[in-house]
C-alpha cells in the first residue's frame, strides 16, 4: 500500500478546472482541502472514498481524482432530488435542474455530464438512492467519508450514523459547512463535528467550513 509523503497534494491543472468548471457550490480553497485530505486516505488505507451528497459533481471530481492517482475508486451517494434548500422557492434552488417531465429537481444527468468532461467516469460508482437506505445494506470499509448532504439534523445525523461505523480506522471523516456561528449557516453539520470529536474525532484541518477529522489512536 502507498504511503502518504506528509506533505498536502494537489489535485493537476485539468482536475482544478473541472472542479472550477462543475455546477456547485463549494469554494475553491475548500476543494484543495478537501482533495488533499482525499488524496492522503486513499493512498494510507488503499480503500474506495465516499461522498454523501452528489448534487452536479463538483466535489465528485476531486475525489475521482485522488481515487484514480491512488488505484482505487470514489462512491457518491445521492437520490439526485435536491436537498431541502435546492428546492423551488429556496435560496439555492436552480430551475434548469428541474426535469420538465416530472416537475422535480434531477441532478443526475448533469452530473454525468460533469464526470464525462472531466474524463473521471471510469473513477467513480454514482450510488443513486437515499444515503440511510444505502447505508443500511453497505458491507465494505471506506477509507474517506465526506458528510455534504441534506442540512437538517434528521439528514446530517442519519449520514454520519449511517457511515461512520464503515469508516476504516485509519481513514478520514470530512464535514462541509460547520458554521459555528448560526450567522453563518445552518447548524446541523456543526452539530455532527461537534458530535464526532465527542466520539473520538480529533481534528486535522480548518478551511472555510470544511473540517478533517481522524480518529484518535487509542
Do not use: K, N
Not at 466535489?59 to 481524482?65: F, P
Not at 428541474?98 to 434531477?106: A, H, I, S
Not at 471506506?142 to 481513514?171: K, N
Amino acid at each position: 500500500m502507498a504511503q502518504s509523503s506528509g506533505v498536502a497534494a494537489r489535485p493537476g491543472a485539468e482536475v482544478l478546472a473541472a472542479f472550477e468548471a462543475a455546477t456547485g457550490f463549494m469554494p475553491v480553497d475548500e476543494g484543495l482541502a478537501l482533495y488533499a485530505a482525499a488524496a492522503d486516505a486513499a493512498a494510507r488505507t488503499g480503500l474506495p472514498l465516499l461522498e454523501i451528497g452528489t448534487y452536479c459533481g463538483r466535489s465528485a471530481v476531486l475525489l475521482a481524482a485522488a481515487a484514480r492517482d491512488a488505484g482505487t475508486v470514489a462512491l457518491t451517494v445521492d437520490h439526485h432530488r435536491g436537498s431541502e434548500e435546492q428546492q423551488p422557492g429556496w435560496e439555492y434552488h436552480d430551475a434548469a435542474l428541474v426535469d420538465p417531465e416530472v416537475g422535480r429537481m434531477d441532478t443526475l444527468p448533469t452530473f454525468r455530464r460533469t464526470l464525462h468532461a472531466a474524463g473521471l467516469e471510469d473513477h467513480v460508482i454514482a450510488l443513486v438512492g437515499r444515503s440511510p437506505q444505502v447505508a443500511a445494506v453497505w458491507g465494505t470499509s471506506v477509507g474517506l467519508v465526506f458528510i455534504d448532504g441534506g442540512h437538517t439534523d434528521e439528514h446530517a445525523t442519519a449520514d454520519y450514523e449511517g457511515w461512520v461505523p464503515h469508516l476504516a480506522e485509519d481513514g478520514l471523516l470530512v464535514v462541509h459547512d460547520v458554521f459555528p456561528d448560526p450567522a453563518d449557516g445552518g447548524q446541523a453539520p456543526y452539530r455532527v463535528y461537534l458530535r464526532a470529536l465527542a466520539e473520538g474525532f480529533h481534528e486535522v484541518s480548518v478551511t472555510g467550513s470544511l473540517r478533517v477529522l481522524r480518529r484518535s489512536a487509542g
